[in-house]
Each structure stands twice: as structure tokens, then as C-alpha cells.
T-cell receptor, first 112, second 118 residues
Framework: GAGVSQSPSNKVTEKGKDVELRCDPI?????LYWYRQSLGQGLEFLIY????????KSGLPSDRFSAERTGGSVSTLTIQRTQQEDSAVYLC??????????FGPGTRLLVL | AQKVTQAQTEISVVEKEDVTLDCVYE???????LFWYKQPPSGELVFLIR??????QNEISGRYSWNFQKSTSSFNFTITASQVVDSAVYFC???????????????FGRGTQLTVWP
């Protein structure tokens, strides 16, 4: 079946602009996770959605970052007023309850 | 606090050599899960294996094997007869059990870059 998909694959933006990154999880997966990967910081957890529970936002680095998951499926990660340090690969993963997380191909964000 | 340490930043071997990637973890939980993921140059994280804290049996899958030892908090990964296609960054990760049987976020190590030369 189809895996996790993310769009866009690449995004170049100017400092100060807002960006939206999209994640389509594997059909039927109840949990969805966002991570980011940068050279200096490795793989960092950002936010986690599980079913109808309140999301775990403990990894969001600042209030410029937010995410939502509509209808228990697609998720959008929004970064407002982007900064150069936001440049990274943003990875989305999904899982069934108590199962392994499967990752999408990522969105490469470059903030100029 | 949860922590995963992969002390080897880079490893280079010649094809057909065996190589072991080390992973040491810290957690206060009695129920947890350990994972290995592979990240080839294409960038996508590929799941390799998952073990739970109650199952210390070693596992072999083709040329891959994993050695889980709770006594030393280690979950090492060995590739036998390495091949050029094994070249990638390998990540070890830890997840705790959340309420019910849900798994929580992954705590990743910094990764080990494995290069296999022909």
C-alpha cells in the first residue's frame, strides 16, 4: 500500500515568510509524528498526534511553530516568520497504535 | 530521562567485512521499545527492526543481526559480509509505552555513518 507522503519535497523561502508543510499518513494509522533533522541537532521530535487525544507539543521549539491534524488524517505543520535556523528536513511519520513509526520522504526547507 | 547514545560517528569498512554499530540507551521505564532505522543517501528513514524490553532474544535477518542486552543497556547491530549498498546512516531509537498500549515519540541517537568501500 501507499506509504507516508509529504509535500512539497523542497521549499525555499525568504526569512520572515510563513510556510506550510503537509503530511499524508498511511491510511488507517491513528498516530502521526513530526520530526526535523538538521546538521547540528540530529533528529528532533516536534509534535505528536494520537487519535482524538490532545497533541503532545512538547518538542515545538517556539510559538512560531504549530501543527494541526484534520479529520484524524492529513496534518499541516506551519512555521510563521521563518528564520534561517529553521532550515532543515522536516520528517513526518505515522503508526498504528503501539506499532512502528513509518517515515515519509521529508520536506527540505531552506530559509534564505 | 531518555537518551540514546551512538558513540561511533563514522565507520569505514571494506566490502565483505563484518561491522557492528553500537547503541547504548537510558530510560527509567520498565516497558520500552528499541528500534534501528537506516537512512540511505536518498534521505528516507527505513525501518529495520523493533524490540520490546521484555524480549532479549537476539534476532537475525539475513546478513543483519541484533544483540539486545538489558544488563548493559545496549542494542547493537551487526552487518555480516557488508556490501556497498549498506552504506548509509544508521539510527538507533528508543520509545516508551504511553497510556494504554500507545507508543510515544522516538528518541534518536545521533546516527552512525557507515561507508562500505568496494
Amino acid at each position: 500500500g501507499a506509504g507516508v507522503s509529504q509535500s512539497p519535497s523542497n521549499k525555499v523561502t525568504e526569512k520572515g515568510k510563513d510556510v506550510e508543510l503537509r503530511c499524508d499518513p498511511i491510511s488507517g494509522h491513528t498516530a502521526l509524528y513530526w520530526y526535523r533533522q538538521s546538521l547540528g541537532q540530529g533528529l528532533e521530535f516536534l509534535i505528536y498526534f494520537q487519535g482524538n487525544s490532545a497533541p503532545d507539543k512538547s518538542g515545538l521549539p517556539s510559538d512560531r511553530f504549530s501543527a494541526e491534524r484534520t479529520g484524524g488524517s492529513v496534518s499541516t505543520l506551519t512555521i510563521q516568520r521563518t528564520q534561517q535556523e529553521d532550515s532543515a528536513v522536516y520528517l513526518c511519520a505515522s503508526s498504528s497504535q503501539a506499532e512502528t513509526q513509518y517515515f515519509g520522504p521529508g520536506t527540505r526547507l531552506l530559509v534564505l | 530521562a531518555q537518551k540514546v547514545t551512538q558513540a561511533q560517528t563514522e565507520i569505514s569498512v571494506v566490502e565483505k567485512e563484518d561491522v557492528t554499530l553500537d547503541c547504548v540507551y537510558e530510560t527509567r521505564d520498565t516497558t520500552y521499545y528499541l528500534f534501528w532505522y537506516k537512512q540511505p543517501p536518498s534521505g528516507e528513514l527505513v525501518f529495520l527492526i523493533r524490540r520490546n524490553s521484555f524480549d532479549e532474544q537476539n534476532e537475525i535477518s539475513g546478513r543483519y543481526s541484533w544483540n539486545f542486552q538489558k544488563s548493559t543497556s545496549s542494542f547493537n547491530f551487526t552487518i555480516t559480509a557488508s556490501q556497498v549498498v549498506d552504506s548509509a546512516v544508521y539510527f538507533c531509537a528508543l520509545s516508551e509505552a504511553r497510556r494504554g498500549s500507545t507508543l510515544g515519540r522516538l528518541y534518536f541517537g545521533r546516527g552512525t555513518q557507515l561507508t562500505v568501500w568496494p
